[in-house]
């Protein structure tokens, strides 16, 4: 963070804005913030929709102050187990915002000449080992939370889907089973999408040895074989944000949408997957 902010100005524009980043970073926390308390909302209407079906096995009591005693206990739990996750999801996006604008606004800096090639490749190698931090210890955790999500969201399409589960569903249960599952599904995308910017901003850093050739004016007074050098240097390099151990490429994600898309529309259209509707 500190080498963002460093490289970062109140005066400039871009990647280089110190405000910019400011704002992008606490559009991240107050996101996670409201996304607790939607999920505790849906928590609630899922207990209200359920009240005199929750049981707690043998410590189920008669009494209705105990058992809202429990219920409230139970939500105190619910509460901060979405802040783990949100702690977790946030920091690994928090990393992966400042290594967006550590590395474009490095490409600004080098186009606009204010930075030598000598020391450009020395905040690469920089950026590769924090690139390889993230993958190695921030990356383990939040592909734990993006399976649990997955593992939930699955569980309640397949609850609204299926016709036995879903026959004694009240109105109430059906808006926060779906209202639980749209939040699941979006913290489970925001990672992703910022794994995906990562994995980009990797992408313009090897195309920055032919945008630095090809602008001959800029680069004048440096010499021809130390242009050719940091054209190699950046054209070998093979950096990409990972989850589950995988590099994650904004078409690859595109790809497989489109054809878990696909197999449930043919699902759907032989009948394998049968809607309430």
């Not at 993230?134 to 569980?155: C, D, E, G, R, Y």
């Amino acid at each position: 963070m500190e080498m963002v902010f460093l490289q970062s100005s109140p005066n400039h524009a871009g990647y280089q804005s110190q405000g910019k980043l400011i704002r992008n970073l606490r559009l991240l926390l107050y996101g996670g913030v409201t996304w607790v308390f939607l999920s505790l909302a849906s928590q609630v209407m899922h207990i209200a929709a359920g009240y005199t079906s929750i049981t707690f096995t043998w410590m189920s009591p008669h009494d209705h102050v105990a058992k809202g005693v429990l219920l409230f206990l139970m939500l105190v739990g619910f509460v901060a187990l979405d802040m783990v996750y949100l702690c977790v999801v946030i920091s690994y996006c928090v990393q992966c915002s400042l290594l967006v604008y550590y590395m474009r606004g490095l490409k600004e800096r080098v186009l606009e000449r204010t930075l030598s090639l000598e020391e450009t490749i020395k905040k690469i190698g920089q950026f590769e080992t924090y690139l390889q931090e993230l993958n190695n210890k921030m990356s383990n955790a939040v592909s734990l939370v993006l399976f649990n999500f997955i593992t939930m969201a699955v569980l309640g399409l397949v609850s609204l889907m299926d016709r036995k589960e879903n026959e004694y569903f009240s109105a109430l249960t059906f808006v926060s089973v779906s209202f639980a599952l749209i939040l699941w599904m979006t913290m489970w995308m925001v990672p992703i999408i910022q794994a995906c910017m990562v994995s980009g901003a990797c992408n313009t850093i090897r195309k920055l040895g032919h945008d630095v050739r090809v602008r001959p004016f800029g680069f004048t007074d440096t010499a021809a074989n130390n242009l050719d050098s940091f054209i190699m240097f950046t054209a070998t390099l093979n950096m990409r944000a990972k989850l589950f151990r995988i590099p994650i490429r904004a078409s690859y994600v595109m790809f497989l949408v489109i054809t878990v898309c696909l197999l449930l529309l043919l699902a759907f259209q032989l009948g394998t997957i049968e809607v309430w509707l």
